[in-house]
């Protein structure tokens, strides 16, 4: 899958306030979009899942990863995401599946801390404009991965996500959405999960893997259903 057809769009089309940054993924080991390339080379994440974080992080995390030599990620949304929903356990894991870990909200933080919601750090004016238009570059993704299953991590997505001019306001865990936007078109299931930076006690993380267990079995009704 070729992401370098969403720098344009990454650059030119997203409303970044002063509190964010564009970056590109320059980070050359495992990790989320866009710091990384989010998905494996040795498997094109195309007609898989789709992961759904919140945002980068901050700048200065990104900066000290990024370039030669390779570095994975190392903060915490990233270690607990690798071990419960790539641990080393085919058939109770995504490891083996198509997967393109990504980002709902683009750019870096300048400053500051990578916890709480970065919407509280910025104009209400200011988070339209920049909401709207990470709204519009998910699609872009949705589009360029064509995902059957969209992991939607934490309360502060759900709370974007969940009204009426995105994916509507009536709550369930799971719904089936299609995405139409420039004359294209895209259905997928989208299910909603914790943020695994929450994931700290033993009991939320055996938790977390029977919710991926279930994103496993999500995903594989509807590829046989696909074939």
Same mark, same amino acid.
């Given at each position: 899958?070729? +992401?370098? !057809? ?20 320059? +980070? ?8 990384? !390339? ?10 898989? $899942? ?7 992080? $901050? ?36 490891? *083996?599946?198509? $997967?393109?870990?990504?980002?709902? @909200?683009?750019? &870096?933080? @300048? ?9 509280? !750090? ?5 988070? $339209? ?8 570059? %998910?699609?872009?993704?949705?589009? %360029?991965?064509?995902?059957? &299953? ?16 995105? @994916? ?13 936007? *420039? ?45």
């Amino acid at each position: 899958m070729d +992401i370098k !057809r969403l720098s344009d769009a990454l650059r030119n089309q997203i409303a970044y306030p002063e509190q964010m940054s564009y970056v590109e993924p320059g +980070i050359l080991g495992q990790g989320f979009y866009p710091g990384c !390339r989010g998905f494996s080379s040795q498997r094109s994440p195309l007609g898989g $899942v789709m992961l759904l974080g919140r945002d980068f992080g $901050v700048k200065s995390y990104y900066d000290g990863l990024v370039g030669s030599p390779s570095r994975n990620e190392t903060a915490l949304t990233w270690r607990h995401t690798r071990d419960i929903y790539f641990a080393q356990s085919p058939h109770r894991s995504l490891i *083996d599946l198509p $997967v393109w870990c990504t980002n709902y @909200l683009m750019g &870096v933080r @300048l400053d500051g801390s990578a916890k709480g919601n970065i919407k509280e !750090r910025i104009s209400s004016s200011e988070w $339209v404009k920049y909401e709207d238009s990470c709204w519009g570059f %998910l699609q872009k993704q949705i589009f %360029l991965q064509k995902p059957l &299953v969209i992991v939607v991590f934490g309360e502060d997505n759900r709370s974007d996500l969940m009204t009426n001019k995105r @994916l509507g306001s009536n709550w369930t865990q799971t719904l089936q959405y299609t995405f139409e936007s *420039d004359r294209k078109s895209h259905s997928a299931f989208v299910t909603f999960v914790d943020h695994p930076h929450s994931l700290i006690r033993n009991t939320a993380k055996d938790a977390a893997r029977i919710e991926v267990k279930r994103i496993r079995e999500l995903y594989e009704s509807q590829a046989q259903g696909n074939r």
